[in-house]
Structures are given as C-alpha cells and as structure tokens.
T-cell receptor, first 113, second 112 residues
Framework: NAGVTQTPKFQVLKTGQSMTLQCAQD?????MYWYRQDPGMGLRLIYY???????DKGEVPNGYNVSRLNKREFSLRLESAAPSQTSVYFC????????????FGEGSRLTVL | DQQVKQNSPSLSVQEGRISILNCDYT??????FLWYKKYPAEGPTFLIS?????DKNEDGRFTVFLNKSAKHLSLHIVPSQPGDSAVYFC???????????FGAGTRLTVKP
C-alpha cells in the first residue's frame, strides 16, 4: 500500500542549484498535483496534471517546471533554487481531479541557503 | 489572493467537548468542499467533504455544515478526543476545474 511516494524527503540546496522532486502513485489515478506548504499560508498549488500528457499552472508556478512522465509519475524541477523556495512540498493524486479527494505523499522538506 | 480563509490559527478544547472549526471562501464558483487533517511529518489526509447541493454531511463524530449564502463552512467534531489533535485544512474546488484551493489551517489541540 505505497499510495503516493515522494523522494527525497529532505534536501538542502545552495542558491542557484537545481534539483528535481520525484513523485509516483500506484493507485492508477488520472490527476496529480504539486503543492507547497508555508507557515500561515496553508497549501498552495504549484502545478497540476489533469491527465497523462497535460500540465497546467496553479497559484504559484514561478520558478518551477513539471513533467508528467507517465500516468504514475509527476516530477517537479527547480532550475535555479532561491531562498524563497524553502518550503515543504507535497505531491498528491486524485482519481476524479479536484472533484474528488486528494491523496498526499508524506512531503519533501527543501531548504535553500 | 486567498480564496479560502481559516481565520483561527489555533483552537483548544477539552476532551469530550465539541470542536468547531470555521472556514470562509470568496469564490462563488466553488461547489465542492473538503476538510483534511494533518499530523506532523505526514501528508494531509482526507476527512470529510460536502457538495454545494447539500448543507450538511455527517460521518461518525465529524459533521460539515455549508452555508452558501454566507460562503461559510464549518467542521464539528463531537465528542473531541486527544487523537483529534492535528492541523485541519479546509479546501474548495469548482466543477471541471482541477485547481483545489486550501486555507491556511487551524491547529486543534484536544486536552485530556
């Protein structure tokens, strides 16, 4: 029962470095999401993929890129990390898009120095 | 813009009493509302939902109320238990739109 798996769980970067957060789900869900959680801000949507082959911007997409590699995998890339991207990142998936519940991974804590 | 607002960052209640968590939204296109629960170092987990065609949905100790005219929903937990201590997020979405928006969360502490 893996559900939604994110890697890595922790990462420290220097300003300007790049990295990719990986996410995979084994529930055969169509939709996948990347959120970031910051104190006092709740969860904010970065990008989502309604189905394999499609991606769309969410509320806070600047500084990020995504790839829906196949139905199972949805990666989030930071090309040039900035301290403002220090956050906890959550990947989620859903069978029915936002009309159904989202299943979340355990989160990835990223610190940019 | 914060389309989903939870104005109480924290709430403390005694075990056995009722917990009431509140949420307001500004987007009149929202028609599906959810509550998620989050423990430290874990991802949020779905708790209960309600569609705009209803004004109440109940699941065991958890009840969600929706007041569309006031753009307000609330989560009632009765009776509250220490294991309910967590951060609760309110979320909303519009049909045919994959953009689910979350509030800032309310930290509930249930004291034994």
């Amino acid at each position: 029962n893996a559900g939604v798996t994110q890697t890595p769980k922790f990462q420290v970067l220097k300003t300007g470095q790049s990295m990719t957060l990986q996410c995979a789900q084994d529930m055969n869900h169509n939709s996948m999401y990347w959120y970031r959680q910051d104190p006092g801000m709740g969860l904010r949507l970065i990008y989502y993929s309604a189905s394999e082959g499609t991606t769309d911007k969410g509320e806070v997409p600047n500084g990020y890129n995504v790839s829906r590699l196949n139905k199972r995998e949805f990666s989030l890339r930071l090309e040039s990390a900035a301290p403002s991207q220090t956050s906890v990142y959550f990947c989620a998936s859903s069978l029915q898009g936002a009309a159904g519940e989202l299943f979340f991974g355990e989160g990835s804590r990223l610190t940019v120095l | 813009d914060q389309q989903v607002k939870q104005n109480s960052p924290s709430l403390s209640v005694q075990e056995g009493r009722i917990s009431i968590l509140n949420c307001d939204y500004t987007n009149s296109m929202f028609d599906y509302f959810l509550w998620y629960k989050k423990y430290p170092a874990e991802g949020p987990t779905f708790l209960i939902s309600i569609s705009s065609i209803k004004d109440k949905n109940e699941d065991g100790r958890f009840t969600v109320f929706l007041n569309k005219s006031a753009k307000h929903l609330s989560l009632h937990i009765v009776p509250s238990q220490p294991g309910d201590s967590a951060v609760y997020f309110c979320a909303a979405s519009a049909i045919n739109n994959n953009d689910m928006r979350f509030g800032a969360g309310t930290r509930l502490t249930v004291k034994p």
